[in-house]
């Protein structure tokens, strides 16, 4: 992309995104309806353009065989994750892409290491995933609700007061081992205010076609809006890392929350700024006596290369055709 572009989106999230070791209050420091002085009647064609950079720098991503990007996914309930994720991939080649929902961990998952089923959904070289909900649940519903840390069959010396610290610090490693090996993790916290998530609460309970989506241990959690809050502020402090950044997303307005999502994505591909793979001299000069062959067999008075016939730039430099910018300094 553009460097002014580059410029733009990086002006945009950088008061989102959490400075490694500084003590987050989450109610105190981020406000969920911050709009980063945007109107919503720009919003949409800021979202088209973030999604088209999207689609072009996955190609390029999917193209190299270096790296992978995992994105993770947080929310209250209500926070919009499923909406985001829909409009943020919508131009994005479906192949390159692996969305992952984590619920309860089921029987299986309890008989392994917390981490476990999250390596399991990692991408590859190339791929993006999502992790919809993500590790970060075992340090957000599971300290809200210790029943879930009984169940996780702990050995004895592994529970106590110093569990939460000792996730963060496991947590911070694994995407430490993860961005060293290729893997680029980046997190995304949407943050709803109490009084949205009750709005939306209640247009599912008003609209029949939203019922469905209405569920009664929601409102129940809702409950521990206070604990939440709090187990959120200190993952936060605790896990936004120099090669791992937590964002925080203000997300009671949608169309903004889907431009910043988009934003940090776009932020994340830009760093890595994946190349198309260049083949190499040899296998270049192997191309034209191929292309070469092929137009001797253009059948009589058709164009011995339809392509660049209608691409008059395409291809006759034989120069590679990355699309990368210069790096800022
Ligand atoms: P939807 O938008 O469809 O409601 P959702 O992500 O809320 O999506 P649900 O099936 O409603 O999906 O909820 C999944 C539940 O699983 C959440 O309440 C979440 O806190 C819980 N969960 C996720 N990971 C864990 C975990 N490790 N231990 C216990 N509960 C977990
Ligand atoms: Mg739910």
């Known amino acids: 992309m553009s460097d002014e572009t580059a410029e733009r989106i990086a002006d945009l999230i950088a008061p989102l995104r959490v400075r490694p070791g500084s003590k987050v209050d989450l109610e105190r420091d981020f406000d969920p309806r911050y709009k980063g002085g945007l109107k919503k009647r720009d919003g949409a064609e800021l ?9 072009e720098y996955q190609e390029r991503l999917a193209a190299q065989d270096t790296y992978g990007v995992v994105l993770c996914l947080q929310a209250l309930d209500a926070g919009g994750k499923d909406g985001t994720i829909r409009h943020v991939m919508s131009g994005v080649n479906p192949q390159g892409v692996r969305v992952s929902s ?28 999502i992790f919809n909900r993500s590790h970060y649940e075992e340090v957000l519903v599971v300290r809200v609700h210790p029943e879930n ?3 996780q069959k702990l050995p004895e010396g592994s529970l106590g007061p110093g569990v939460w610290d000792r996730r963060y610090r ?18 995304i916290f949407l943050n709803l205010s109490k009084e949205e998530q009750r ?49 925080v997303v203000p997300a009671d307005r949608k169309w903004f929350a889907r431009i910043c999502a988009a934003a940090v994505l776009a932020h994340t591909l830009d760093e890595i700024d994946p190349q198309f793979p260049d083949v190499g001299d040899q296998a270049r000069q192997d191309l034209l006596v191929t292309r070469r062959a092929l137009e001797l067999e253009a059948p009589e008075g058709d164009a011995a ?17 990355g699309k990368s910018r210069k790096k800022r300094g």
Do not use: C
Request: glycine share 4%; charged share 35%; proline share 5%.
């Open 199 to 247: 709005t939306r609460f209640l247009k599912r309970i008003d609209l029949p076609e939203k019922n469905w989506k209405f569920s009664a241990a929601d409102v129940r959690e809702r409950r521990r809006w206070d604990d939440y809050q709090f187990a959120f502020s200190e993952m936060l402090s605790a896990t936004s890392t120099k090669w791992a950044p937590w964002y």
């Open 102 to 129: 984590f619920k309860v961990p089921s029987s299986e998952e309890l008989d392994h290491d917390y981490l476990w089923r999250y390596n399991q959904r990692l991408p590859t070289r190339g791929e993006i995933a």
């Open 47 to 55: 979202l088209r353009t973030g999604v088209s950079l999207l689609a």
């Open 149 to 151: 840390l009984v169940r």
């Open 170 to 187: 496991e947590i911070n490693r694994w995407e430490r081992y993860l961005t060293d090996n290729g893997f680029k993790v980046v997190k």
């Open 305 to 321: 290369d339809p392509y660049a016939e209608r691409h008059p730039s395409a291809g006759r430099t034989g120069k590679r055709h």
